[in-house]
């Protein structure tokens, strides 16, 4: 089969022949229908994630995938051969604490295809767990699913952990608007009553897009006065909740100075900034939390919206053989959504 391959850390991804995974024993191999491509990827090919999540190289990338069961293992349950399904990432053990609470994402033994595991970006994956991992789709598009495993998972995930504090006369601010943020606008209007303020810079080319998708207020970070604009948008003068989709130095700094006393800051972008936590450098029992992916639960819940027709996805396509251009273009801005590969094209 073909693979995107990467060899080497900032090197590049090698569209090469590799051999066909076989079936896992309690797994199946599928053929691959779409695999998006996420901000995580060009962390991950830098190297940039390694004391998080090691991987060993050479691997294939790729971890928001859809795709057709191709074949399954001598003690598989699960989809039958020829079923169209969506891929739940994370491989946990299923026994201990953290996988009996329903967080098996943050299983301490656990990995993620596409992340230590071979991934999507191929014609064929192999899936450890046929019964768990594969999820059918029933009628979705492969194309507009395949980014909910973890761009709209992670944001449900996020929005969820402030939703109850939220009431009508709450704010909630939202920091971003790429691939992963524009799941966190719709489902912030979805799943809370709060007023949705979504800050982002160069707002001439994003304001509509932000409103379009649920914002009742866009404030452009880019502005001198952007924090008071951002005061005066919240019904009570700071914000009671912010969701920072972004994540660096900059962004959180912004995120932990608008927060009202009391209220939660949930860093959900990964891109590695840091700020001090502590008296003084921010409002009286303020929180700040991380989120970190979903659980199996929670893209149940994320497809069940989907199937509702609740969830927008703005998305670029591109051939596997374009994987690098999908990767400039995602590191330079170029993409208002998410960008997905169709290893077969278009079906």
Excluded at 219 to 241: F, M, V
Excluded at 322 to 329: G, N, S
């Amino acid at each position: 089969m073909r693979a995107a391959v990467l060899s080497s850390y900032n090197g590049p991804l090698d569209l090469t022949e590799v051999a066909d995974p076989e079936p896992p024993p309690t797994g199946a191999v599928l053929r691959v229908t779409a695999v998006g491509v996420c901000h995580s990827d060009l962390h991950l090919r830098r190297g940039e994630l390694r004391d998080l999540v090691p991987m060993d190289l050479p691997t294939i990338l790729g971890h928001e995938i859809t795709g057709r069961v191709e074949s399954l293992g001598t003690a598989a349950s699960g989809p039958a051969v020829g079923t169209d399904v969506l891929v739940y990432p994370p491989v946990s053990c299923g026994v201990c604490r953290t996988c009996l609470r329903g967080s098996e994402h943050m299983c301490t033994t656990a990995s993620w295809l596409g992340v230590g595991r071979p991934g999507g970006c191929a014609d064929l994956v192999a899936v450890p767990r046929a019964d768990r991992q594969l999820i059918p789709l029933d009628g979705l598009s492969p194309l507009e699913t395949a980014p909910l495993a973890d761009a709209a998972l992670t944001s449900y995930r996020a929005v969820r952990k402030v939703a109850s504090r939220l009431r009508p006369d709450c704010s909630l601010v939202i920091i971003g608007l790429g691939g992963l943020a524009q799941y966190t606008v719709q489902l912030a209007r979805l799943c809370t009553p709060a007023v949705v303020i979504v800050c982002v810079r160069r707002t001439a080319q994003r304001g509509a897009r932000a409103r379009a998708l649920g914002a009742d207020t866009v404030i452009d970070l880019d502005d001198t006065d952007a924090a008071a604009k951002l005061r005066a948008a919240c019904p009570g003068g700071a914000a009671d909740a912010v969701l920072d989709v972004v994540g660096v130095r900059s962004t959180m700094e912004f995120a932990a100075a608008a927060l009202a006393p009391g209220g939660q800051l949930v860093v959900v972008g990964s891109m590695l900034g840091q700020i001090p936590f502590g008296w003084g450098c921010a409002p009286f029992e303020a929180a700040f939390t991380t989120s970190f992916w979903g659980s199996l639960s929670e893209l149940h819940d994320v497809l069940a919206l989907a199937h509702r027709g609740l969830l927008r996805s703005d998305l670029v396509a591109y051939p596997l053989d374009r994987i690098e251009q999908a990767h400039t273009d995602l590191a330079d801005g170029r993409i208002p959504g998410r960008a997905v590969l169709l290893p077969h094209g278009w079906s």
